[in-house]
Each structure stands twice: as structure tokens, then as C-alpha cells.
């Protein structure tokens, strides 16, 4: 198998613009509804934990991490990962969480989180958490509450209410708390 023609470099200043752009492709004006992104409102993404994907000049995908409290731990909650639509099927996705979960081990982080669909982030080690376990705010399917063990086994003691860890920026986010 040959190597990918596209690069994973971490994310610039430069980037914003075009992770913007990708995300609003890929999820659309409901995404500010939803309660990951609710966490995410007047907080900054994890400085170095944020990846993009590139080929031939032109941003292909992003991911990035955000800090989150979880029952009063600090943790790591993934995303939004987001990858061209006509791009998606390559690995460009995997490929970035990769970089971000590898990254992610050498901090003191002891696990992530993330709202989604199990079979494809298995691929990467996620795992669906018993439900009820952590709560999110606002509605969230307890079945796609997924879960990364950074740290040997610390999934097993996760539990809580899931808030932001910090406000780097002053918004409204009524629901999102700071924990």
C-alpha cells in the first residue's frame, strides 16, 4: 500500500478560516445546537491537540480537542472531526485522530470523550460508556457517548456531569457550566 499523498501537520492560525469551512460543510447551522458544542462555546481548543490534514495546498480535514471537567477530572472531548465530503473513505479521519490521541498520551489527560458513531471510532479504540455513566448537558443519545482510555484502564472510573473546564472567552452558554 503506498503512502497517502496528503500531510497531518498541526493546525495554524492560518487554518481557521478553512476548518470553519469544513465544519459548516460537514455539520451544518444545527451544530451550534448540539451539546458538544455547547462545551466548546468561549473555551480554546487544546494547544497542540488540534490537527489538520492537507494535500496539495488545499485542508482536507480537521480535528480538534477541547478541555472538558468530568466529575470534577479533567479530560479531553474530540471534535468536531471533519473531512471533505468527497474526501471522506481515504483515512484522512483516522489519520487525524491518530495524531491527536498520540499527542493527547503524552499530556495529563486520562481519557477522551466524544459524541458519535461506535463503529467508526472503534477503529481508533473508542468505546460506548455504560449509559448514565457521564452526563452531558442538554439531550445527548447515552448510546453514542463514547470513550478512549489514555491512561491504562481510567474508563473504568469515569462518571459524572461532563462542563467546560474553563471560559477562555465570555459567552452565553446556558447548560454548558463551568465545572
Known amino acids: 500500500m503506498s503512502a497517502p499523498s496528503w500531510k497531518i501537520r498541526l493546525e495554524s492560525p492560518d487554518d481557521g478560516a478553512g476548518v470553519e469551512a469544513l465544519n459548516a460543510e460537514g455539520f451544518g447551522p444545527g451544530r451550534f445546537s448540539k451539546s458538544a458544542y455547547r462545551l466548546r462555546e468561549g473555551v480554546n481548543a487544546v494547544a497542540g491537540l488540534s490537527f489538520v490534514a492537507v494535500e496539495d495546498g488545499i485542508l482536507r480535514g480537521s480535528v480538534r480537542f477541547w478541555p472538558i471537567k468530568v466529575g470534577g477530572h479533567e479530560e479531553l472531548l474530540l471534535g468536531p472531526l471533519a473531512v471533505q465530503s468527497h474526501q471522506r473513505g481515504r483515512g484522512i479521519g483516522i489519520a487525524l485522530m491518530q495524531a491527536g490521541i498520540a499527542a493527547a498520551q503524552r499530556g495529563p489527560w486520562r481519557g477522551i470523550l466524544l459524541v458519535g458513531d461506535e463503529p467508526y471510532y472503534a ?57
Not at 481508533?124 to 448537558?137: A, M, Q, T
Not at 461532563?162 to 454548558?176: H, L, N, S, T, Y
Open 123 to 179: 477503529k481508533v479504540g473508542f468505546s460506548r460508556l455504560p449509559p448514565g455513566r457521564v452526563k452531558f448537558p442538554g439531550p445527548v443519545d447515552q448510546n453514542r457517548i463514547l470513550g478512549l482510555s489514555l491512561k491504562a484502564g481510567e474508563l473504568l472510573n469515569l462518571s459524572g456531569e461532563v462542563r467546560r473546564a474553563q471560559i477562555d472567552d465570555a459567552v452565553c452558554a446556558d447548560g454548558a457550566g463551568v465545572g
